[in-house]
Structure formats: structure tokens, C-alpha cells
Nanobody, 116 residues
Framework: QVQLVESGGGLVQAGGSLRLSCVVS????????MGWYRQAPGQQRDLIAT?????????TYAESVKGRFTISRNSARDTVYLRMNNLKPEDTAVYFC????????WGQGTQVTVSS
């Protein structure tokens, strides 16, 4: 059974940093392109960062996070990370990881709250 478990969120002041983790179990993690998504209250869920299956390609980022967020993966640990620096209040959202498609069952996500 495929399971995605996100962690690492929390409350942080503007300008602070967090590192999110996503453990993938029950899936062929090594071959999948993975992404981080986020959903703010009342908003749609948006893709903000992607990384290819091997991790060798160039990650991609939404303009809103480019230069501040870094996606990486550790295939040996079936884990995808999102390092978030210089956080802004508009980064407040629930953060999820998932395949780039077709989607795996969504995890619960991890809440990130950035205070001004």
C-alpha cells in the first residue's frame, strides 16, 4: 500500500527557514518524478517544485519560490525534501508531496505558518 508521510512544518517568523521531509513507502520511488505542492486556505493545490526520478536532472520551481526553496531526494531513504529559506507570510499553507502523475494517494500534509 502506497503511503506518503510529510513532516517538518511549523510556525516560523518571516525570514526564517524550514526543511520538510516526505517519506514514500510502497511505491517504485526510484523511478518516479516527485513534486512538492501546497494549498493555502481557500485556494487550489499548486505544484511548487519538481525533481526527476534519478535526481540527476534540473529541478524546477514555481516563480513564487524560485531562489528560496530547494527540492532534493535521497533515494536510499525513499525521501524527498524541501528546504525553504527566507520564508514569507504568503508561504503559509499545507504542504504535500506526490508523484508528478498519476497521483499517489495524498498524505495529510504538513502545515507551514509564517508570521510577519
Amino acid at each position: 500500500q502506497v503511503q506518503l508521510v510529510e513532516s517538518g512544518g511549523g510556525l516560523v517568523q518571516a525570514g526564517g527557514s524550514l526543511r520538510l521531509s516526505c517519506v514514500v513507502s510502497g511505491s517504485l520511488f526510484g523511478g518516479n518524478g516527485m513534486g512538492w505542492y501546497r494549498q493555502a486556505p481557500g485556494q487550489q493545490r499548486d505544484l511548487i517544485a519538481t525533481i526527476v526520478g534519478s535526481g540527476a536532472g534540473t529541478p524546477t520551481y514555481a516563480e513564487s519560490v524560485k531562489g528560496r526553496f530547494t527540492i532534493s531526494r535521497n533515494s536510499a531513504r525513499d525521501t524527498v525534501y524541501l528546504r525553504m529559506n527566507n520564508l514569507k507570510p504568503e508561504d503559509t499553507a499545507v504542504y504535500f508531496c506526490n508523484d508528478l502523475g498519476p497521483f499517489l494517494p495524498w498524505g495529510q500534509g504538513t502545515q507551514v505558518t509564517v508570521s510577519s
